[in-house]
């Protein structure tokens, strides 16, 4: 029997053979692969398959015209891409521990859909009077459904239709209904299959928000993961295309397409937090007393307050307080190590809609008094957390004994009530429940991928691309100016200058008419400056000096530019320009010091140095620029009282180097070496060494001995 991973890797290949019109290649490698197969429909379709393309070749052969060959040989090539996953998946039936052969092998015989909806239509009209047996039977129909649509083969119409009815019956509640989509989606990020994607198209356009939502979300991940096949499936392309014509679609998948790009950010989130921010915060000796100063007095604690302003957490604080209101995840690190709770070893309870009526929620908590409370309601209703974070949280809070956690409840309620805080007021408009509901389903997704105790069996679509303008199929719904604008907007803010570029070049080349705005070719040209392409970078530059001349940030983008492009004079004769509106701009200064350091105009440089250590005494960054521009004129008693203000508050290893250098110079080799360990001891041995060597030229210009370079170099690392 073939293992797993040859056959992986068969039909893999497999499908880019169908893909490349290699179709006689393909059948062979199906053929070689299915044999010992025990599924007759399999094996049938693939002889059937065989037999149809070897009589389109004879008559090929044989000179006949066929005006429909073309469409015929599309349709084996569909036919044949939908055959290698039935293979595959027939191949793997009988032994696969993977949790979704597993499942198949242990419902040989599921329900329909249509059957689970009879059952949870009789348990969804006594919800919150449920006894023991119907809270049990309504969670099996719930993971059953999840469990059969997941795992099931390609769907026929009547399966569709009964998807669909499902959803629009008024007897199964609201929040059941999502676990259709979100299984859907979760089956075609297993495998490909047109009528589900059909499914998701007709979700899409319905009313319901909602559902509304995590189709289009459904859509955008598994569109951009079968990309490559959709070509040979125009019917779906061509109903997805349909969608962009219904009113307010095309803004609701942009909301969905921001939720999807604030996903990229949770992993740097959740390190900062890990690394950074908790870390920096338990450290703190006081800090248990402190948060109960806080959590029991009427006003902040002075040393809490004072904690807070004498380090770094407050920025970090202010921060991550931003991000949350921009949409990031800030609460991954925070509720990643409360998804053991049995639970989540079920995959549909990832996915579902929050509901205290779930059986862990409901009896862990034993009774309705917190659920009541103002924080129950807060977090019941609230839309900061993801349902998978709500779940999280009361299973967690049950661990508390109850008189305590009614003590907390009791704590907070006054404060919640004082502050109005009414979380419908998040729903107000269908814009905040399209940004809630993406928001809230793409964290719940992130978690399941990145969490879930058999990840790894399942594609992570995370791990793509997540920008949907440069999807084939996805983009025509981001075509608009407001649309690459927002997202090129984010793009160049988080730092993925790249895309930035070219998504803001895209909108250039459509005559977008965000392109007439200077502050368009600014963005333009600091996207391509931060990508590497200067001269890219300068025309854009260039552009937007012309319709907003004399702006001082262009001029001085413009000569960062004309400095790596070798060319200080030209950068010098702008900054001189900028300078006519921002003399007294610190920056600037230090711009036009570093060209005239950089054209060994070591007089005028220090001046423009010296200006700004008078207009800002405690300013290391010119102490820094004095500094070396001493050392190059040759002026080392100057050099050296700026070294020692330096090197007396600074961290950076360049700066210890430099100072290194300036003593060296001087004879003050003892004191050299000082110099140089303590570089060493604030970068990387390979680091120092390599800005060591870049320096090699100048110490040699000044006079150091190069043969006496490696014995300096033995006495730092030996001596």
């Known amino acids: 029997m073939t293992d797993r991973k040859t056959l992986t890797d068969k039909c893999a290949q497999t499908r880019e053979l169908i893909l490349d019109s290699r179709l006689l290649d393909a059948i062979s490698v199906m053929q070689a692969v299915s044999m010992g197969i025990d599924d007759w429909s399999v094996s049938s379709r ?8 070897r009589t389109m070749l004879r008559y090929f052969s044989e000179g006949v015209k066929d005006d429909r060959r073309q469409v015929l040989y599309d349709g084996l090539r569909r036919q044949a891409l939908l055959l290698v996953d039935d293979i595959q998946r027939a191949s793997l039936i009988p032994d696969s521990m993977d949790l979704y052969y597993q499942y198949i092998r242990l419902h040989r015989n599921p329900r329909t859909i249509g059957r689970i909806q009879q059952s949870l239509e009789l348990t969804s009209g ?32 009547e399966e569709q239709a009964q998807a669909i009815e499902f959803l629009n019956s008024a007897q199964v509640r609201d929040i059941d209904k999502p676990v259709v989509v979100s299984a859907v989606t979760i089956a075609l990020l297993h495998r490909f299959d047109p009528v589900k994607m059909q499914f998701l198209v007709t979700v899409a356009a319905m009313t319901d928000v909602m559902l509304s939502v995590r189709a289009l979300v459904g859509l955008a991940l598994t569109v951009s993961c079968h990309e490559p096949v959709l070509g040979l499936f125009p019917s779906v392309t061509d109903q997805i295309s349909l969608l962009t014509d219904m009113p307010g679609l095309k803004d609701r998948m942009l909301v969905c397409q921001m939720a999807l790009l604030m996903c990229r950010e949770t992993n740097e989130i959740d390190r900062r937090m890990r690394e950074e921010i908790i870390p920096g915060m338990l450290k703190e000796q006081k800090i248990g007393e402190i948060l109960t100063d806080e959590l029991t007095g009427d006003d902040a604690s002075p040393d809490w307050t004072e904690w807070i302003d004498k380090t770094d957490m407050k920025d970090s604080l202010m921060e991550m307080t931003e991000l949350q209101m921009e949409g990031a995840d800030v609460y991954m690190s925070t509720f990643s190590n409360l998804k053991s709770f049995p639970m989540f070893r079920e995959p549909s309870n990832w996915l579902r809609v929050f509901d205290v009526e779930q059986p862990d929620v409901r009896n862990s908590l034993h009774d309705s008094d917190f659920l009541n409370s103002a924080l129950g309601r807060s977090i019941v209703s609230s839309g900061t957390f993801c349902n998978s974070d709500k779940f999280s949280f009361l299973l967690t809070l049950s661990q508390i004994p109850k008189q305590q956690r009614d003590m907390i409840a009791g704590q907070i309620e006054g404060d919640i009530e004082r502050n109005n805080h009414d979380v419908s007021s998040e729903y107000n408009s269908i814009k905040q429940q399209e940004q809630t509901f993406a928001r809230q389903y793409c964290q719940d997704l992130y978690r399941f991928f990145k969490l879930f105790y058999r990840r790894h069996e399942f594609q992570d679509p995370f791990l793509g691309n997540m920008n949907l303008t440069d999807n084939r199929v996805l983009s025509q719904f981001l075509n608009d100016d407001k649309a690459m604008r927002d997202i090129a907007s984010w793009l160049l803010k988080k730092k993925y200058y790249p895309e930035s570029a070219i998504l803001l070049t895209r909108m250039e080349s459509q005559a977008s008419s965000y392109s007439t705005d200077p502050v368009f070719y600014q963005q333009l040209g600091y996207a391509m400056q931060h990508s590497g392409h200067w001269e890219q970078a300068l025309e854009s530059y260039f552009k937007a000096d012309l319709l907003q001349p004399d702006n001082v940030w262009t001029l001085r983008h413009m000569a960062q530019c004309h400095r790596v492009l070798h060319a200080p004079d030209k950068a010098l004769e702008l900054l001189l320009e900028a300078e006519k509106s921002a003399p007294d701009n610190l920056s600037l200064q230090i711009q036009i010091g570093d060209c005239l350091l950089e054209m060994e105009d070591y007089d005028q440089a220090l001046s423009r140095f010296f200006k700004v250590d008078y207009l800002k005494p405690e300013y290391p960054k010119a102490w820094r620029a004095i500094a070396w521009c001493a050392f190059l004129a040759g002026r080392y008693d100057k050099a050296s009282v700026y070294y020692d203000k330096l090197t007396s508050v600074s961290e950076n290893g360049t700066d210890f180097l430099n100072a290194g250098h300036n003593c060296w110079i ?17 970068m990387q041995r390979h680091d120092f060494v390599e800005e060591f060597q870049k320096d090699i030229p100048t110490l040699i210009e000044k006079g150091i001995d190069e043969n006496e370079i490696p014995l300096m170099m033995d006495c730092i690392d030996r001596f």
């Open 126 to 157: 006594t919800a919150g009077q449920w006894d023991a047996n119907a809270s049990a039977m309504h969670e099996r129909d719930i993971h059953e459904l999840f469990g059969c649509i997941w795992t099931s083969a390609l769907w026929t119409a």
């Open 46 to 53: 693939l002889q059937e398959l065989a037999d149809s393309y």
């Open 666 to 682: 001087q004879g003050q080799t003892d004191l050299a070496i000082q110099f140089y360990r303590k570089s060493q001891e604030h």
